[in-house]
């Protein structure tokens, strides 16, 4: 895993275009954030992030095995990332939101990065002494 040190956060894959009538992606995530998956999916299968607009571990990104946390129709798919390297099979993970959240970052974009320290208890990263973080930017518009 690359040295959790290395600024800037930079996105490495970005995520299809899941919400209607949006014309750009909403979510990326960095290298090192990539690299982590494909070691969680290694150990855990097939992956999902939610973020909720919770306090404390509610307020980062966790990651969960696919299916684990259950969404419904409070939660918006903000996009699919595939994490899988070059010329393998896909390892898509569907990223989804609370409306409730997606309704007050409606013009934000989001970059998942991976740092030092402990996360949510139920996040999968949990174990290995790092968090997700999310790095945001705003942005003018998501539609054409």
């Given at each position: 895993?690359?040295?959790?040190?290395?600024?800037?956060?930079?996105?490495?894959?970005?995520?299809?275009?899941?919400?209607?009538?949006?014309?750009?992606?909403?979510?990326?995530?960095?290298?090192?954030?990539?690299?982590?998956?494909?070691?969680?999916?290694?150990?855990?299968?097939?992956?999902?992030?939610?973020?909720?607009?919770?306090?404390?571990?509610?307020?980062?990104?966790?990651?969960?095995?696919a299916?684990?946390f259950?969404?419904?129709?409070?939660?918006?798919?903000?996009?699919?990332?595939?994490?899988?390297?070059?010329?393998?099979?896909?390892?898509?993970?569907?990223?989804?939101?609370?409306?409730?959240?997606?309704?007050?970052?409606?013009?934000?974009?989001?970059?998942?990065?991976?740092?030092?320290?402990?996360?949510?208890?139920?996040?999968?990263?949990?174990?290995?002494?790092?968090?997700?973080?999310?790095?945001?930017?705003?942005?003018?518009?998501?539609t054409?």
């Amino acid at each position: 895993m690359t040295d959790l040190k290395d600024p800037p956060a930079v996105a490495a894959v970005e995520a299809s275009i899941t919400v209607p009538g949006e014309t750009r992606s909403r979510v990326a995530l960095t290298q090192t954030t990539v690299e982590l998956l494909r070691s969680l999916w290694e150990e855990h299968g097939p992956l999902m992030f939610h973020q909720s607009g919770g306090c404390c571990d509610g307020s980062s990104p966790m990651c969960f095995p696919a299916g684990e946390f259950i969404t419904s129709d409070q939660d918006v798919l903000l996009g699919r990332l595939d994490v899988a390297p070059a010329g393998e099979p896909e390892q898509l993970i569907d990223f989804w939101i609370s409306a409730e959240q997606f309704e007050y970052w409606s013009h934000t974009a989001l970059l998942i990065d991976v740092v030092k320290g402990r996360g949510g208890g139920f996040s999968a990263e949990a174990p290995r002494g790092v968090r997700f973080l999310i790095r945001s930017e705003l942005m003018d518009s998501f539609t054409v």
